[in-house]
């Protein structure tokens, strides 16, 4: 089973608070940095005392930007019952920082698999994320989910044939997260950001 936690590396896509027009110009292709984020990934919640979580949102995890009549986050919070799946989000941020509007980083792990998934096996995949994703397996785009369906769990199922066509090796999971737009420069603890996913492979019967 494969998991998101603090392993994964994390790479900017492009910073949040930029103005709208510069914003979209990047949309489309949402580059990484071809360095990854010092730390990576770190655990966060997206609720009230999530265990083993690095950062808190808070008890509500939803909130309103200053001048703002729209409210933010997911109300109630996602309820994630796999506590071995973690949600993630980039390093080096806190509640304070001020680059929540539209913030977009890609996330990455890679695992070695002895077999032919996609001949061999059955791939089914559990995500949710707040507030849009990208899910990319082998270099492959498998969903994109902009903001407008986040707040609750989404079931792939059937995914192995997503993956490279290779008896045994590494694949690689990406994943391209982006906080929803607020107004600039709106904080993480009136916007909160992540996403958690877990992947199963079991024989094919």
């Known amino acids: 089973m494969i998991k998101t936690d603090g ?3 994390a790479f900017v896509s492009f910073p949040g608070g930029l103005p709208d027009a510069e914003r ?4 489309d292709a949402k580059p990484k940095d071809s360095s990854p984020i010092s ?3 770190q655990v966060v919640c997206l609720k009230f005392a999530c265990p083993g979580a690095e950062l808190e949102f808070g008890c509500v995890n939803s909130s309103i930007c200053p001048g703002s009549d729209r409210t933010y986050g997911c109300d109630p919070p996602i309820e ?3 506590p071995g799946a973690s949600f993630i989000w980039a390093s080096g941020i806190d509640l304070d920082a001020d680059d929540a509007d539209d913030a977009a980083y890609w996330f ?3 695992f070695y698999f002895e077999g032919d998934i996609v001949n061999d096996y059955i791939v089914d995949l559990d995500h949710t994320y707040d507030d849009g994703s990208w899910i990319v397996i082998d ?3 498998v969903t994109k989910d902009l903001p407008g369906s986040e707040c609750s769990i989404h079931r792939l199922v059937n995914v192995q044939g997503d993956f490279a066509a290779i008896e045994a090796g590494w694949h690689t999971i990406e994943y391209w997260g ?3 737009e607020c107004d600039s420069f709106c904080s993480y603890r ?3 950001a992540g996403f958690a996913m877990k992947m199963t492979i079991r024989p094919r019967q």
């Open 190 to 192: 009136k916007n909160p």
């Open 24 to 27: 979209d110009a990047k949309a």
């Open 178 to 180: 982006i906080s929803g």
């Open 7 to 9: 392993s994964w590396l």
């Open 80 to 82: 994630w019952q796999d």
């Open 108 to 110: 990455e792990t890679s």
């Open 139 to 141: 270099g492959k785009h």
């Open 39 to 41: 730390g990576g990934a």
